[in-house]
């Protein structure tokens, strides 16, 4: 397997110019009028235990290949796994796609084709204690962090065995047990989440002593979040504060209908890293080994406590925004090109090229996926639909102020209260 070099980015030294005269500074001058003294850290490194200029993935996986007797960048155990999650992932959202023209689910339903090896080369790496913070797009990175089938594919059909207990449908996954802190329906809405997280494992360890606790956030979020403000202000603060996350962009081209170059003035987001202090990282999304080897040391860097990490994968989506979205607007070429380049077709040959696995092997996990979704969707239809008075739970701190009625009853199990004629 070939592998083209991701782009590394550091800050500049601090007194380093552009023209290449050194730049000077007071450093005992106080900071518009603070009494504190300005401090200035020396630029950070992605492998800081080794005083050596960071090299590319590429060159990082050449270097081990060379120390290895069989150059391989997985075992057949790592290959099959990732193999499962990624046909887990692409077979669940093509039964999601099956139920939705059914009728078994409302609303927006963004799909993750094309995308599973962004999911898998991240989450597969992370510890049960490990926060994901998602997106609209959220099924697939639930799954891959280990929130059963049923739950989620219950949660699709609005039903109380779902993950959110069917309230929050397609955008609001969430798993208190596996840490999946939420799908956020608004762009870069998660993100402040993230940086909360992070910042909650940081205090954890340094404040309160909890010495085990080196637990990583990843925040996942697209192209055209990253125009917008929350995105750069939690960058700067994660960066100040050398919080534990890990910030993964699924660049996928498209911002809904409009094309990733037409809507910033700089379309290489990894650059936007060391803008903040922070490593930038370039990757290919459409192939999980690079995407792997790329995650492997960003996560192990905010786990050392070395700070966060930005990186661009760049990916595609092979389904429309949405099941609402014709998919018109994308050139038909375009589409064709990345098709071509499926993320599970790449896996699957680089495995059998390698004797990591042959047809019937992947063949008996896709089959064993087929039954796995098969008894989803079977568990979902046949479940509850959440009760009405849970309506209004988890919505003020006291629901005797709206929800509960002087009778002591749920106002909206009266049946005036869906028809908009209860006096409230």
């Given at each position: 397997?070939?592998?083209?070099?991701?782009?590394?980015?550091?800050?500049?030294?601090?007194?380093?110019?552009?023209?290449?005269?050194?730049?000077?500074?007071?450093?005992?001058?106080?900071?518009?009028?603070?009494?504190?003294?300005?401090?200035?850290?020396?630029?950070?490194?992605?492998?800081?235990?080794?005083?050596?200029?960071?090299?590319?993935?590429?060159?990082?996986?050449?270097?081990?290949?060379?120390?290895?007797?069989?150059?391989?960048?997985?075992?057949?155990?790592?290959?099959?796994?990732?193999?499962?999650?990624?046909?887990?992932?692409?077979?669940?959202?093509?039964?999601?796609?099956?139920?939705?023209?059914?009728?078994?689910?409302?609303?927006?339903?963004?799909?993750?084709?094309?995308?599973?090896?962004?999911?898998?080369?991240?989450?597969?790496?992370?510890?049960?204690?490990?926060?994901?913070?998602?997106?609209?797009?959220?099924?697939?990175?639930?799954?891959?962090?280990?929130v059963p089938a049923r739950?989620?594919?219950?949660?699709?059909?609005?039903?109380?065995?779902?993950?959110?207990?069917?309230?929050?449908?397609?955008?609001?996954?969430?798993?208190?047990?596996?840490?999946?802190?939420?799908?956020?329906?608004?762009?870069?809405?998660?993100?402040?989440?993230?940086?909360?997280?992070?910042?909650?494992?940081?205090?954890?360890?340094?404040?309160?002593?909890?010495?085990?606790?080196?637990?990583?956030?990843?925040?996942?979020?697209?192209?055209?979040?990253?125009?917008?403000?929350?995105?750069?202000?939690?960058?700067?603060?994660?960066?100040?504060?050398?919080?534990?996350?890990?910030?993964?962009?699924?660049?996928?081209?498209?911002?809904?209908?409009?094309?990733?170059?037409?809507?910033?003035?700089?379309?290489?987001?990894?650059?936007?890293?060391?803008?903040?202090?922070?490593?930038?990282?370039?990757?290919?999304?459409?192939?999980?080994?690079?995407?792997?080897?790329?995650?492997?040391?960003?996560?192990?860097?905010?786990?050392?406590?070395?700070?966060?990490?930005?990186?661009?994968?760049?990916?595609?989506?092979?389904?429309?925004?949405?099941?609402?979205?014709?998919?018109?607007?994308?050139?038909?070429?375009?589409?064709?090109?990345?098709?071509?380049?499926?993320?599970?077709?790449?896996?699957?040959?680089?495995?059998?090229?390698?004797?990591?696995?042959?047809?019937?092997?992947?063949?008996?996990?896709?089959?064993?996926?087929?039954?796995?979704?098969?008894?989803a969707v079977e568990f979902?239809?046949?479940?509850?639909?959440?009760?009405?008075?849970?309506?209004?739970?988890?919505?003020?701190?006291?629901?005797?102020?709206?929800?509960?009625?002087?009778?002591?009853?749920?106002?909206?199990?009266?049946?005036?209260?869906?028809?908009?004629?209860?006096?409230?």
């Amino acid at each position: 397997m070939s592998l083209s070099a991701p782009k590394f980015a550091h800050p500049l030294p601090l007194h380093h110019r552009s023209n290449g005269s050194p730049m000077s500074f007071n450093t005992s001058t106080p900071f518009l009028g603070s009494t504190q003294k300005l401090r200035f850290i020396a630029p950070i490194k992605l492998n800081a235990r080794s005083n050596s200029t960071v090299v590319s993935v590429s060159d990082a996986v050449k270097n081990k290949n060379l120390k290895s007797a069989t150059n391989l960048l997985i075992t057949k155990e790592e290959g099959l796994l990732l193999y499962e999650d990624m046909i887990l992932g692409r077979f669940f959202e093509d039964m999601c796609a099956q139920m939705y023209y059914r009728g078994k689910m409302f609303g927006f339903v963004h799909l993750y084709n094309g995308q599973e090896a962004v999911s898998t080369g991240f989450i597969k790496l992370l510890k049960k204690e490990d926060s994901v913070v998602s997106t609209y797009r959220d099924h697939v990175h639930s799954l891959s962090k280990g929130v059963p089938a049923r739950a989620v594919m219950s949660e699709l059909f609005g039903k109380a065995t779902g993950c959110s207990r069917g309230q929050g449908g397609s955008m609001h996954m969430f798993s208190k047990e596996h840490n999946v802190i939420g799908g956020f329906a608004f762009i870069a809405e998660g993100i402040p989440i993230a940086t909360g997280a992070a910042f909650s494992s940081k205090y954890r360890r340094e404040v309160l002593k909890e010495a085990d606790c080196d637990h990583v956030t990843l925040a996942f979020f697209g192209d055209g979040t990253c125009n917008n403000g929350q995105f750069y202000e939690c960058l700067n603060m994660a960066a100040l504060w050398k919080l534990p996350i890990v910030f993964v962009v699924e660049n996928n081209l498209w911002a809904i209908g409009m094309s990733h170059l037409r809507s910033t003035s700089d379309p290489q987001i990894w650059k936007k890293g060391p803008a903040f202090g922070m490593p930038g990282v370039h990757v290919d999304g459409m192939d999980v080994l690079k995407v792997r080897e790329v995650a492997k040391e960003a996560i192990e860097r905010a786990r050392r406590g070395e700070g966060p990490t930005l990186v661009e994968c760049e990916t595609y989506r092979f389904r429309g925004h949405s099941l609402a979205d014709p998919d018109e607007l994308r050139d038909p070429a375009e589409k064709a090109h990345y098709a071509d380049r499926d993320p599970i077709s790449a896996l699957k040959k680089y495995m059998f090229e390698n004797k990591l696995a042959n047809e019937q092997e992947l063949k008996a996990i896709e089959k064993k996926i087929d039954e796995v979704l098969e008894d989803a969707v079977e568990f979902a239809d046949e479940s509850p639909l959440p009760q009405r008075s849970q309506l209004l739970e988890n919505v003020f701190a006291d629901p005797k102020g709206f929800g509960i009625g002087p009778d002591g009853k749920y106002r909206c199990e009266d049946p005036k209260f869906t028809e908009g004629t209860a006096h409230v």
